[in-house]
């Protein structure tokens, strides 16, 4: 069993929907990383954060660490939010500590 | 602007003809990863330097080498590449002074082996 689940594996929404992709762990982490990945590969961080709540513009990140639990929303979807979204907990308390990642949620705004 | 740069974005070799893959950070962290990345598969992770400390997955096959020759530059030498090396190659970096150093990740490397 993976360390980090994510769900969905694939979603598609209209343009303007409000989305959420959830993550699951099931180890002790220190922080823990939204990442973007469009097709062609370059990996963008969105966000890393080890309690509450961050926003970036439709962005919008929420974690429970008594859960072990972290959701990504977006509102108001656009067809360019289309891309891999990839959810990564660091366990260790380093800073060399390497990343673990969930398998990511595929996500495909149409117009 | 500080960054991860890997080169080049897309590598074609042959099967069995050794094959190098490079980044350089313009970031002067402390540590960089060498993530490999299979279709529809979360990246696995194959070995990081915390400055010239080098730290190898225990699953990551001998045929995969690594040289981080200054704080810049790292290498990922595929000595024997087979079809089933065929991967998105990603390079990461991090300061290693504090869990909460974001990471930075290159546009990633695809590696096509025919």
């Known amino acids: 069993k993976n360390e980090v689940e994510q769900s969905p594996q694939n979603l598609t929404a209209q343009e303007g929907e409000f989305i959420t992709i959830n993550c699951s762990y099931s180890?002790?982490?220190?922080?823990l990383h939204w990442l973007q990945q469009h097709p062609g590969g370059g990996i963008v961080s969105l966000f890393m954060l080890s309690s509450g709540k961050k926003k970036h513009g439709r962005l919008i990140a929420t974690i429970n660490i008594q859960e072990k639990h972290s959701s990504l929303h977006i509102t108001a979807s656009h067809p360019r939010d289309s891309a891999v979204y990839i959810c990564a907990v660091r366990s260790g308390n380093s800073g060399n500590t390497p990343l673990v990642f969930g398998k990511g949620t595929r996500l495909s705004v149409i117009a | 602007d500080a960054m991860v740069i890997q080169n080049p974005r897309y590598q074609v070799t042959q099967f069995g003809k050794p094959v190098t893959l490079s980044c350089s950070q313009t970031?002067?962290?402390?540590?960089m990863y060498w993530y490999q990345q299979k279709s529809s598969q979360a990246p696995k992770l194959l070995f990081h330097y915390y400055d010239k400390d080098f730290n190898n997955e225990a699953d990551t096959p001998d045929n995969f080498q690594s040289r981080r020759p200054n704080t810049s530059f790292c290498f990922l030498d595929i000595r024997s590449p087979g079809l089933g090396d065929a991967a998105m190659y990603l390079c990461a970096t991090s300061s290693g002074t504090g869990v909460w150093n974001g990471y930075t990740f290159g546009s990633g490397t695809r590696l096509t082996v025919v």
């Open positions: 970031l002067n962290h402390n540590v």
């Open positions: 180890v002790g982490i220190s922080a």
